[in-house]
């Protein structure tokens, strides 16, 4: 730029993003005052920004713009996308009660920005999704936060987010999946129609957890009686997440009984209403919130009424394929080591064994966009204890699976 400048007698405009600049600052800093006769920031304030995206003919541009000023949501990029995914999804809930539209617009602009910034002052969208009532009551005191955690909680505070439930959910899915599953959208909208007019009448799950959260009177017996009876309920409206947390907060406070009657009602709905419900891939569940007792009882009769593959059929099946099924992949990631092993010593003179050994073993370099990482992880781990104990029979089993197993593995 100084020889355009001096030498070609050229006039120079740059212009940058200088919080983009990261290990080219100290250059940028050193050279500027010698190449730049004068600098101009150009700096629009977040109503600035709101007033390009949500125009004054948009019905819902005040409501929007509010909320993104409240999150000082500046980037022009992610307040176009806001508008697009509120945009698509608004028809789903468009003669419904109003309080679907309100959560779909407060829920969409939170998530839509957590999911498209990386940068370190927003809060962390897998956080955000994770997030329940009980798991903002358990956390804490319970041990020493993280950056990511210390700025999700003041964002989420500050914005009056306190929950991710199934309608939330639907949005992180759209967000990911960049297209809305239809039917399975207008269900759970229709579920929470059905939800919103009940509130209406008799009051919300929502509001008794503000019994916990919004005061410090001493009404320990009225939050237990107003949680139990909006439980029960609304029980086919509450998610696995935030029912495990119900059950949990109830034993903290020393109520076992009424725990176990709320999870054994809750178990007992979601055997009539959708075996889905108890699918623990389905449920987000953040550490503060597990009741493991909960837990035990949702997995155990989810698998009772589902029929699953056995090990040995799910890893035949899927191999030398490109997918799977998520039956397969909880087959696999619930299997022990031992269940594995008998497995790979049952085969004899198979000319796929190879392809079974690489099927377990490929999730160790996978990454997923469904919250499946978890479970990547645990397949590859236990096929490897698996693998490993074979090897360690004798010297051909080991010069046998020498070529699949990490380098470090004896």
């Known amino acids: ?216 009177a001493d009404n320990e017996q009225e939050l237990v009686t107003t949680l139990r009876q909006r439980f029960l309920d609304g029980a086919k409206w509450i998610h696995l997440g935030n029912a495990m947390g119900t059950v949990r907060l109830m034993r903290e406070l020393g109520h076992e009984d009424i725990a176990d009657e709320l999870m054994n009602h809750w178990i007992e709905m979601a055997k009539r209403e959708s075996k889905e419900f108890l699918n623990p891939q389905n449920a987000f569940l953040s550490s503060e919130s597990v009741d493991e007792k909960f837990k035990d009882m949702a997995r155990n009769a989810y698998f009772s009424e589902k029929s699953m593959p056995t090990l040995g059929d799910a890893i035949r099946d899927m191999s030398g394929k490109n997918g799977w099924s998520k039956e397969q992949i909880e087959v696999l990631s619930n299997a022990t080591a031992d269940e594995y092993f008998g497995f790979f010593k049952s085969i004899e003179m198979d000319t796929d064994l190879d392809m079974y050994i690489k099927t377990c073993l490929q999730f160790g370099s996978m990454t997923s966009n469904n919250n499946d990482d978890e479970h990547y992880k645990k397949i590859y781990a236990t096929a490897v204890v698996a693998l490993k104990r074979i090897a360690s029979e004798n010297r051909l089993n080991a010069l046998r699976l020498s070529r699949f197993l990490p380098k470090d593995s004896s």
């Open 1 to 216: 730029m100084s020889m355009l400048k001096e030498q070609r007698g050229c006039r120079i405009v740059v212009i940058l993003n200088e919080d983009e600049l990261e290990s080219d600052r100290p250059v940028f800093d050193a050279f500027k005052e010698k190449v730049f006769d004068g600098e101009m920031v150009f700096s629009p304030s977040v109503e600035e920004c709101a007033k390009l995206v949500f125009t004054d003919d948009w019905e819902h541009s005040k409501e929007v713009t509010e909320k993104v000023v409240r999150l000082d949501i500046k980037n022009i990029r992610i307040l176009q996308r806001i508008r697009r995914v509120i945009e698509t999804l608004l028809p789903y809930v468009e003669g419904k009660d109003e309080a679907l539209t309100r959560q779909l617009i407060h829920s969409s602009v939170l998530l839509t920005w957590c999911y498209n910034s990386r940068e370190s002052t927003v809060p962390s969208y897998e956080i955000v999704k994770d997030t329940s009532y009980a798991a903002l009551m358990m956390s804490s005191g319970k041990m020493e936060k993280t950056e990511s955690q210390k700025v999700t909680e003041k964002v989420l505070s500050g914005y009056g987010y306190r929950d991710s439930d199934e309608f939330d959910l639907h949005i992180c899915q759209f967000l990911e999946k960049g297209y809305v599953v239809d039917d399975d959208f207008v269900a759970m909208v229709n579920s929470f129609q059905e939800m919103a007019l009940k509130n209406n009448h008799s009051g919300s799950f929502t509001q008794a957890w503000g019994l916990f959260h919004d005061t410090f």
